[in-house]
């Protein structure tokens, strides 16, 4: 072999050499690599993932995530045992128009009357011309207030000026007469005058003195005309005239309606109802009444029964607890509750409203109101009676109680979420 010839195979001994070599480090650096990788993901904490934080179940026990997570329950189960209440502020349940009452007692069967808003005995007056005779002047309206004994019409009768002339006749006679008689018995105990001529004059006097109380009191029946037989009728109660039936310049015969005076504040309820009925309705008790107005609570003031009438009725009479009744006339009607039970209790009707398809009731307890459930029996009215999810000392809503079970739906659903 020439010298090329050896230098060609050295050259090509040692590229092989270089490059065994170079493939060795290279598999050296990647098994120090594959080393360090692997050393890195023993050194890595249990329980981590490639960055992925570690399931609560994989957490060791008082370690800060199980702590973490211990905390969440605990605020859960705060939430469940506040279940069913709607927190409010004072100033939200004022706003909101939420009314809390008290449980109420007594519950039972209901039988609806009918029946008027009418004046009260001794606060109507139909007032009447005490004589014949020619309207001079009407001094009132309808809807004009007015006292007691305040004229209302002034009417010039010539039967009045009859009256009051013969009742000043009678007046001058038994004043004559008196006089004659005091003069007689001057006499007879001068002894001119015989005894019988005293008594004689005597009962000549108290004659006159009948005669003369007569012709007054026809004077004053008449309506105390005076002397040109000028009547004024007044009312004799105070109150609003209803009407009035005369008008200046007509003639009116005694008798004849003049005017209507009614006091709006002596007005009461009164109810046509079965005759056996005027048992139940005692004095006291509660009657729901509902009228052009709306609906209010009175009270029994007394029930008879008219056994006289054909068929048999009794009235009721009653007045509103606190509300202003209707004008006279107007119709009402009420709830009389029968059979009731003292021991039973009831709520508003308002107050029992349905939640989840059970019937519920919003106690209050502090800082707001609990969605209590209760069995509602029968309905009297504007009231339910409560069977059973109440000991009859809570005090609850009453009024607008719907817009707490839609604040509960509210909350639910967001709960949900």
């Known amino acids: 072999m020439n010298k090329y010839g050896n230098k060609t195979l050295i050259g090509a001994t040692l590229l092989a050499t270089l490059m065994m070599t170079g493939a060795l480090t290279s598999c050296s650096g990647g098994a120090q690599e594959d080393a360090k990788s692997t050393g890195t993901e023993a050194e890595k904490p249990a329980g981590k993932d490639d960055g992925h934080d570690v399931h609560a179940a994989d957490a060791k026990p008082g370690s ?16 469940e045992s506040e279940e069913g209440v709607v927190k409010l502020t004072p100033d939200q349940i004022k706003a909101s128009g939420i009314g809390v009452v008290a449980v109420g007692r007594g519950g039972g069967a209901s039988t609806r009357l009918a029946g008027r808003v009418e004046p009260a005995i001794g606060g109507r007056a139909a007032i009447a011309s005490t004589v014949t005779g020619r309207v001079e002047r009407v001094l009132v309206a309808p809807g004009t207030a007015v006292k007691s004994n305040q004229p209302l019409v002034i009417i010039v009768s010539g039967e009045a000026a009859t009256f009051k002339a013969a009742a000043t006749a009678a007046a001058a006679e038994a004043e004559a007469i008196r006089l004659a008689y005091g ?19 005597r009962a000549r006097s108290l004659a006159a003195d009948a005669a003369a109380s007569a012709a007054r009191a026809q004077v004053a029946a ?25 008008t200046p310049g007509g003639v009116v015969s005694a008798g004849t309606l003049v005017a209507e005076v ?15 009925l005027a048992t139940l309705a005692v004095p006291g008790m509660k009657l729901e009444v509902t009228g052009p107005g709306g609906s209010f609570e009175a009270e029994v003031i007394a029930a008879a029964a008219n056994v ?3 068929g ?31 021991e039973g209790m009831s709520v508003p009707a308002d107050a029992v409203q349905s939640v989840d398809g059970r ?12 969605a209590t459930p209760v069995l509602a029996g029968r309905r009297a009215g504007n009231r339910i009676e409560i069977l059973n999810g109440l000991t ?26």
């Open 64 to 79: 800060a995530e199980a702590h973490s997570e211990g905390d969440g329950d605990g605020e859960h189960g705060e939430e």
């Open 183 to 201: 003069r007689d018995k001057s006499l007879v105990e001068q002894g001119v005058v015989a005894r019988q001529e005293l008594e004689a004059s």
């Open 222 to 246: 008449s309506g105390s005309p005076d002397s040109s037989g000028r009547v004024t009728i007044s009312s004799p109660v105070a109150g609003v005239v209803g009407n009035v039936q005369v």
């Open 262 to 276: 009614s006091n709006p504040d002596m007005n009461e309820l009164v109810f046509t109802a079965p005759p056996a």
């Open 308 to 310: 006289m009438q054909q």
């Open 312 to 342: 048999g009725t009794a009235t009721i009479r009653a007045k509103p607890i606190s509300e202003k009744l209707p004008p006279a006339g107007s119709p009402v009607s009420a709830v009389i509750i029968a059979d009731s039970a003292a």
């Open 359 to 370: 019937s519920v009731v919003f106690v209050a307890v502090q800082g707001g109101f609990q």
């Open 392 to 417: 009859g000392s809570e005090r609850l809503v009453g009024a607008n109680a719907f817009l707490l079970k839609a604040e509960l739906a509210k909350g639910e659903a967001e709960h949900g979420h």
